[in-house]
Structures are given as structure tokens and as C-alpha cells.
Nanobody
Framework: QVQLVESGGGLVQPGDSLRLSCAAS????????MGWFRQAPGKEREFVET????????DYADSVKGRFTISRDNAKNTLYPQMNDLKPGDTATYYC?????????????????WGQGTQVTVSA
């Protein structure tokens, strides 16, 4: 089966950090590029970060560059988005996605597989 399951979201204060996880089935992870997107209430889904199959290429949205990082453990079929110095503007539902091509992409429509999302709320 093809499965992506996000976890690790919650309510945090500005300046806090969160390490999220995306546990994937092998069929949606091995030799796949992984993407991380978010959607805030009333807004369109937007790109956050992406990592290639071997982890040699990453790409980050300007709004999170320097604060967020992404890594993957290919032995565990797990993606680890690390979010530091969180801001209220980071409040959103965060989604894990995967695509068969091994190169990175920030285009949501190029990812056929998606998780259910995990909520991150940043508020004082």
C-alpha cells in the first residue's frame, strides 16, 4: 500500500521548535523525492521544503529558510522536518508528500501521494 502518516504537531509558543515526522510505506519512499507543504486557514497550500531520494538536494521556501531543515532516514522510510524559531505565521496544517522522480520539486501538483496532515499552531 501507499501510505504517508504525519505526526508531531501541536500548540507551541513563538520561538519554540518542533521536530515532525512522516512515516511512509516503502512504495511511497524508496527512490522517491519527498515534499513538505502547509496550508493555513483561508489560504492556498504552499510549498515549505523538499529533499531528494539520497538527500543530496534540498530546497526551502524563502519564508522558512534558515529556520527549517529537512532530513530523511531511508532505512526507516521516515522523513524528519525540523522547525526552529517558529512564528505565528507558521500556523498551518502540514502535509507530507512524495513523488517518484528523484529530483526535488516545489510544485504540489507534481506529488501524487499525500498524508493526512498534522496541525501546528504557534501562539503566545
Amino acid at each position: 500500500q501507499v501510505q504517508l502518516v504525519e505526526s508531531g504537531g501541536g500548540l507551541v509558543q513563538p520561538g519554540d521548535s518542533l521536530r515532525l515526522s512522516c512515516a511512509a510505506s516503502e512504495g511511497a519512499f524508496r527512490r522517491f523525492t519527498m515534499g513538505w507543504f502547509r496550508q493555513a486557514p483561508g489560504k492556498e497550500r504552499e510549498f515549505v521544503e523538499t529533499i531528494s531520494w539520497l538527500g543530496g538536494s534540498m530546497d526551502y521556501a524563502d519564508s522558512v529558510k534558515g529556520r527549517f531543515t529537512i532530513s530523511r532516514d531511508n532505512a526507516k522510510n521516515t522523513l524528519y522536518p525540523q522547525m526552529n524559531d517558529l512564528k505565528p505565521g507558521d500556523t498551518a496544517t502540514y502535509y507530507c508528500a512524495s513523488r517518484r522522480p528523484t529530483d526535488v520539486s516545489r510544485v504540489a501538483k507534481e506529488y501524487p501521494y499525500w498524508g493526512q496532515g498534522t496541525q501546528v499552531t504557534v501562539s503566545a
